[in-house]
């Protein structure tokens, strides 16, 4: 009877049960509520399913993040730079460069969406946060997942980057939400119903040369951000010269899904309890949200500005694209737009500052990065 209660113990033991602490049930609860609005509602689940899986594994079994651990070796890849960089790859394969070159104007709505960076930067060291934590926390502001990651790996807050890739990651899911009542409290009914000139055709001339230029460009003033821009105008280019069908295909389709599945759920699978749950983490998701809504108003106002300056050539809306998040906030300022005016169509437009957006986050991570001597 001894051996077969000694057996039942060890079994017992050896039982997920075992390991599970009050904050992993919370967290587990926060894993199945994800999963329902990627699953249910539809909200960014390319991200959101990894992510949630993730956090649920981990928060089941913590020893599969430990060092020999699967997922372990899949978060190497997270700090090593690896896994955002080829993100990037795959966005610039996916992305239409056309509206920002068509319209180069959209370049200033994708740098005044940057604003919500800095002013986060500055309320971190404020709330007690080291310069080079505040910069890595701050980027979130731009909805920029992979940036977040680069940043914080460069930047040495590796035991951070938990926290701030699953709030980048979290927010830029969530942009359908987060968005729209900033959008629509700073604008007028009369300005989501402007509607805007149709771009000019862009040549395949200018689609070729505008990486390369930026690539030069930006890489010359901020060498730092090169494995960043680099990688999106290579596939960029991919896409636009025409010449290597099977390199664009692979970077924007099998490549890129195999690189979010992998950062997605390495990402989700930092957030153990006793990571997660502490004040800490509540000052970054805090700090996060206020970077990301001063972005969206930022972009909006200075869409304002702009509307002002052109006697009302320009909707508002298409500022709140300004932030990184490609293409869910142009999707935003359509639908909203559309809300207003179901015949405005603001999608092609909002895309410009988009763009903008990526290439704006990209080039804040170097500047820290400059700053900080990385």
């Known amino acids: 009877m001894n051996y077969v209660a000694e057996t039942l113990i060890n079994l017992a033991a050896q039982t997920g049960f075992a390991f599970l602490k009050p904050g992993n049930f919370i967290m587990i609860v926060v894993a199945l509520i994800f999963l329902y609005l990627a699953i249910a509602k539809e909200y960014e689940p390319l991200l959101l399913v990894p992510i949630s899986f993730g956090m649920l594994l981990v928060n089941l079994y913590p020893d599969i993040m430990a060092e020999g651990g ?108 987060i968005q729209p009542p900033i959008m629509k409290l700073l604008t007028t009914e009369k300005e989501r119903k402007i509607k805007m000139e149709q771009l000019r055709p862009v040549s395949k001339t200018e689609r070729i040369l505008f990486p390369v230029v930026v690539t030069i460009v930006v890489c010359l003033v901020l060498p730092t951000t090169a494995p960043l821009v680099g990688m999106l105008m290579l596939g960029n280019l991919f896409r636009e010269s025409g010449v290597v069908k099977q390199l664009s295909e692979t970077a924007s389709n099998a490549l890129m899904y195999i690189v979010v599945i992998v950062l997605g759920t390495s990402v989700g699978a930092t957030t153990s309890a006793e990571a997660f749950l502490n004040v800490t983490t509540i000052k970054i998701v805090v700090l996060g949200l206020v970077a990301f809504a001063v972005g969206t108003a930022a972009g909006v106002l200075f869409g304002k500005l702009m509307c002002k300056i052109t006697h009302g050539k320009v909707n508002p809306l298409i500022g709140s694209a300004g932030v990184s998040a490609v293409p869910m906030a142009a999707r935003v300022s359509q639908k909203v737009g559309a809300e207003a005016d179901p015949s405005n169509f603001l999608l092609m437009h909002a895309m410009g500052p988009n763009v903008a957006g990526v290439i704006g986050t990209a080039v804040a991570a170097g500047t820290f990065m400059a700053i900080f001597g990385v």
């Open 70 to 177: 699967l997922l372990h070796y899949f978060y190497l890849l997270d700090e090593w730079s690896i896994l955002p960089s080829l993100i990037f790859l795959g966005v610039g394969a996916l992305t239409d460069f056309g509206p920002l070159i068509a319209n180069p104007a959209s370049f200033l709505l994708g740098a005044a969406a940057q604003f919500g960076i800095y002013s986060a930067y500055f309320l971190a060291i404020i709330m007690g946060f080291n310069g080079k934590a505040a910069a890595a926390i701050s980027i979130i502001g731009g909805a920029d997942g992979p940036t977040s990651i680069f940043l914080a790996g460069k930047l040495g807050q590796t035991n951070l980057m938990g926290p701030i890739a699953v709030a980048a990651y979290s927010y830029m899911a969530l942009v359908p939400i």
